[in-house]
C-alpha cells in the first residue's frame, strides 16, 4: 500500500550539504498499524513530511495506492494530501470556532461535500472514540485526550488510503495517550485503517504491529510484534539502548 524505496533527501545550508534521509527503504501494508521511532537527527520529520506530499526528495520512490508521488505536480500533490492522506498532529490542530463534530467534518468542508454519508460517518466516529457525548462541545470545553481522539476521526473521515500521525501522544498524560493509541487500535480493526506514527513514545510504539528505528537516516532495525504487547515493549526497550549504545 505505502512503497518508500531508497529515498534520499538533503538540506543546503550555504555551501554545505547536509544529508538527512540516506537510502531508506520500507513498506506498510494495508490495514497495519506501524510506528517509526528514533533519537532527534535520525530523519523521523523529514521522513514524514516526505510522505506527506510536503517536501521534495533528491532520490528514491514513494508510492500510494499505487501511484508514485515523485514528478507529480503541486495540484496533484494537494488532491493526494486532502484525498489520500488523514493527518494527526501533536497540538490536535482543531479550530477553536468549531464543535467537535464540526471539526470532524473538515476535510469534508474543504472538499465541499458534506452529504448524508459523511455526516452519518462523522457520528460512528463520535461513537467510536467515544466522543459522542462532547461532538457539540468546544475544543477549549475539553480534555486533551478527548481533542486528540477527535482528530483522529478528523483524519477517518475521508476513508483516506494512510493515517500519518506525527508525535500524536506528545501532549498528553499516561492516561490519555492511552486512549488515544487505543482509538488507532479501533480504527484498524473497525475501519481497516492504515497507519503510520511517528513517535518518541515506546509504550506507545508497543501498541503498533512493527517498528522502524531510524538512526542517522537510515534504517537501524524492524521489529515485529509477535506476542505480547508487554513482551514487545521490552523487546523494545532492548532494541533502542542498543541503538543508543547503552550497555544493558
Not at 497495519?32 to 520512490?61: D, H, R, W
Not at 452519518?120 to 481522539?149: C, M, W
Not at 517498528?211 to 526497550?237: C, N, T, W
Amino acid at each position: 500500500m505505502l512503497y518508500v524505496k531508497d529515498l534520499h533527501k538533503s538540506y543546503t545550508s550555504g555551501k554545505k550539504t547536509y544529508p538527512v534521509l540516506k537510502g531508506i527503504s520500507f513498506s506498510v501494508a494495508k490495514g497495519e498499524f506501524v510506528a517509526v521511532m528514533g533519537p532527534s537527527g535520525s530523519g523521523k520529520s523529514t521522513l514524514l513530511n516526505c510522505i506527506s506530499c510536503y517536501i521534495p526528495f533528491e532520490q528514491g520512490t514513494i508510492t500510494l495506492g499505487g501511484t508514485e508521488l515523485r514528478g507529480l505536480d503541486e495540484n496533484e500533490l494537494a488532491k493526494i494530501r486532502n484525498e489520500k492522506l488523514g493527518f494527526v498532529f501533536q497540538d490536535f490542530m482543531l479550530l477553536d470556532g468549531l464543535t467537535v463534530r464540526e471539526n470532524i467534518l473538515v476535510p469534508r468542508i474543504i472538499q465541499g461535500n458534506i452529504d448524508t454519508k459523511a455526516a452519518l460517518l462523522a457520528d460512528q466516529l463520535t461513537v467510536l472514540f467515544g466522543i459522542d457525548h462532547i461532538q457539540n462541545k468546544y475544543p477549549a470545553d475539553i480534555s486533551g485526550g478527548e481533542r486528540q481522539r477527535a482528530a483522529v476521526a478528523r483524519s477517518l473521515v475521508n476513508n483516506p488510503l494512510l493515517i500519518l500521525a506525527d508525535e500524536p501522544t506528545g501532549n498528553l498524560d499516561s492516561k490519555s495517550s492511552r486512549t488515544v493509541i487505543e482509538s488507532f487500535e479501533s480504527a484498524k480493526k473497525q475501519m481497516s485503517a492504515t497507519i503510520l506514527m511517528v513517535t518518541h513514545d515506546s509504550f506507545s510504539a508497543s501498541f503498533c504491529d512493527r517498528v522502524i528505528l531510524l538512526k542517522d537516516g537510515v534504517v537501524y532495525r524492524e521489529l515485529q510484534r509477535l506476542g505480547r504487547r508487554s513482551a514487545f515493549h521490552d523487546q523494545l526497550l532492548t532494541a533502542i539502548k542498543e541503538m543508543s549504545g547503552d550497555e544493558l
